[in-house]
């Protein structure tokens, strides 16, 4: 079956980036089939890039190629790393974008990339996924091993991602969390896992959550619960706490900002 490589960038749509990544994968690997995840990450956000790309890769199937390029240091001395994870690979740069695939027991091996006669020439300074994640990329789509791309590391050695903070109080009865991520509708994503709030009371409708000035109780199972433009709390399709606004932007109404504390309490049960 043709690899599967899918390609998580913050280039946006404005430039020829995207494409000419395209073009040097499949002049090199032909069969190959592409996907894109996603190209408006944040330009430089790391972060983000990192938790689309945990949040998309336990649906592809094993021996997919994730080619991920989010470089604030192209061109430095910064490594660039081929991972092994879940019987899936991952391309980018050791800056924490690979961090979700670094763990027990997901993580398999890592090889800090090093293998010029796989890059393009002349090797620009300032597009590496170009001129090296691409190609390494078709490299694995053509069947060849990771071990022949580079050294192997340990990865203890590797850039991780500091996690978000997250307190839980079960005897009191308190989870304090953040906003991790905010999506294209203005939903705010938390780090508060569903099973975070299983731990804290079975009953759901007990719940309150507060943001800033904006306090809710319970939780619902959609984003039209309500009227328009009433608050929700749900569990959202990755598993986390979102707030949400019905038929409306959360983010945009509440002023929301990635890192803005997101606190739960239990409530009184009924």
Known sequence: MPAIITLTTDFGLEDEYVGVLKGVILGLAPQARLID???????????????????AAPYFPKGT????????????NRQLLAVRAMGQFFLGPDNGILSPFLHDPLFE???????????????????HGRDILAPIAAALANGIGLSSLGNRTLKEKLIKLASPTLQIDRIHGNIAGSVIHIDHFGNLTTNIHQRDLAGLTADPASIQ???????????????????????????GSRGYLE???????????????????VRVTRGKEG
């Open 37 to 55: 995840l996603c190209h408006t990450i944040r330009p430089q956000d790391v972060r983000q890039a990192a938790f689309i790309l945990q949040a």
């Open 65 to 76: 190629i994730h080619l991920a390029i989010v470089d604030p240091g192209v061109g430095t």
């Open 109 to 127: 091996e890592a090889i800090y990339i090093d293998c010029p006669e796989h890059y393009l020439t002349p090797l620009s300074a300032t597009f």
């Open 209 to 235: 959550i507060f943001h800033k000035q904006q306090q809710v109780t319970g939780l619902t199972s959609d984003y039209a619960s309500g009227p328009n433009g009433r608050f929700l709390a749900l569990i």
């Open 243 to 261: 707030l949400a606004v019905a038929n409306g932007n959360a983010a945009r109404i509440l002023g929301a900002e990635v890192d803005d504390p």
